[in-house]
């Protein structure tokens, strides 16, 4: 499990018997990773065998994408059209909006499998097997089923199922130019250099892969979908770029709350990569990134018209999700169906059956940051939304 750019690629083409990669834009992103894994992550031997599989399992999907682009070239050429993009910072109800307006069987979205091996593995007259979907599944379980073992927290504070939707954040793994890394890892010198990277390609391909997914389902062009990822915030005009006709809802929550959350959530993971202490590091990266990708944003939206830009509140949902919905709706252009409220309401009650969002317990204190600090440097985003402070436990 050599980390090399040149063992990877050797493996990726072995594994698949493909050769060509098509756009290799990607490839600045990888060389940032490895450098930033092999300086600075002081994996160990499990840290190695996560680095090495997401890696390889992202290079295979490149090649396989490839190889149904070429085989079916009008696959990059589908129209996505409108989509309904929530964007807001972790922890913040984007998942719980997300899943819920993806009840609504005229939106698609994201499948967590779908975003884990979005590629069809066809064979040479561009085809895929009946058997070969299946098996992208299943590798999708038995991943989510050793997280599950893993990183046991981690299910508390987003859960996950193979069929259940998820944010895209799983398709610009596949361009190594997400925040997932800095979340697996204690990489300064990555976080460093994703903040000023160039991510056309990585959001350009994230597009594609979206036409793929759809393609490889067989859904008539045209149907809108539904996303979110928090990373958005930090490429708000990149993303605006790639769907100029895009509608965005804002979601905004107490930042005392998503920071302390999201660097509970974060340093989770870390931890089992590596054997030294690696929590002043999670805290320093991911309390600049909640600052920074609130400024970004906030700077980006000065340029976006009103009418394509929403603002939801944590606790308007939770006090009367319908009336939200019936807002969201409206600023969508669609009805907002009694079907569409029924099953929404369903999910709510299954969730909450399951306790599936609640139980994540966390001190910010315990990463040397009182809730004043965190408060003192996020009280622009607070002043700029009118977001009042939470009582409530996390």
């Known amino acids: 499990m050599e980390l090399s750019e040149a063992a990877l690629l050797a493996a990726a083409r072995r594994d698949t018997g493909l050769d060509r990669f098509g756009d290799e834009r990607f490839l ?45 070239p009008q696959i990059v050429q589908r ?9 807001g910072p972790h922890r913040s109800g984007t998942t719980r909006l997300h899943r819920m307006l993806a009840c609504d069987a005229r939106l698609q979205h994201l499948r967590t499998w779908e975003g884990m091996n979005p590629a069809p593995r066809v064979l040479l007259d ?6 070969a979907r299946a098996q992208r599944r299943e590798e ?21 199922h193979p069929d259940w939707p998820e944010e895209e954040m799983l398709l610009l793994n596949h361009s190594f130019c997400s925040f997932s890394a800095l979340g697996l890892y204690d990489i300064p010198g990555y976080y460093r250099w994703f903040l000023q990277a160039d991510k056309h390609g990585a959001y350009g391909y ?32 990149l993303l605006l770029a790639t769907f100029p006709d895009a509608k965005l809802v804002f979601t905004h929550r107490d930042p005392v709350k998503t920071v302390g959350s999201v660097m509970s959530l974060m340093w989770h993971f870390a931890a089992r990569h590596t054997d030294r202490p690696c929590r002043d590091g999670i805290r320093d990266t991911w309390l600049d990134f909640c600052e920074q990708a609130a400024r970004r944003c906030m700077q980006s939206r000065e340029k976006i018209a009103p009418a394509q830009q929403l603002d939801v509140h944590y606790d308007e949902m939770n006090k009367d999700w319908r009336s939200v919905m019936r807002r969201i709706y409206r600023f969508a252009g669609m009805d907002f169906t009694p079907d569409a409220e029924a099953a929404m309401a369903a999910w709510l009650v299954d969730s909450e059956q399951e306790a599936r969002h609640v139980g994540h317990r966390y001190a910010i204190e315990d990463f040397g940051i009182t809730r004043g600090e965190v408060n003192e440097r996020m009280k622009f985003v607070r002043d700029a939304y009118g977001i009042a402070p939470e009582t409530a436990p996390a």
Request: with cysteine; glycine share 4%; charged share 20%.
């Open 28 to 72: 600045p992103a990888l060389r940032a990773l490895l450098r930033a894994l092999a300086e600075e992550a002081d994996l160990n031997e499990f840290g190695t065998r996560i680095a090495w599989g997401r890696t390889l399992g992202s290079l295979k999907n490149r090649l396989w994408s490839q190889a149904c682009f070429e085989a079916h």
């Open 79 to 87: 129209p996505l059209a409108a989509p309904l993009i929530i964007v």
């Open 126 to 131: 561009g085809s895929e097997p009946p058997a």
């Open 140 to 160: 999708a379980c038995q991943a989510l089923e050793m997280r599950h073992r893993m990183y046991p927290e981690s299910f508390v504070m987003h859960p996950m």
């Open 206 to 237: 994230m597009a594609d892969q979206m036409r793929l997914v759809e393609w490889s389902r067989n859904t008539a062009p045209g149907r809108r979908w539904i996303m979110k990822n928090p990373q958005h915030m930090m490429d708000l005009d």
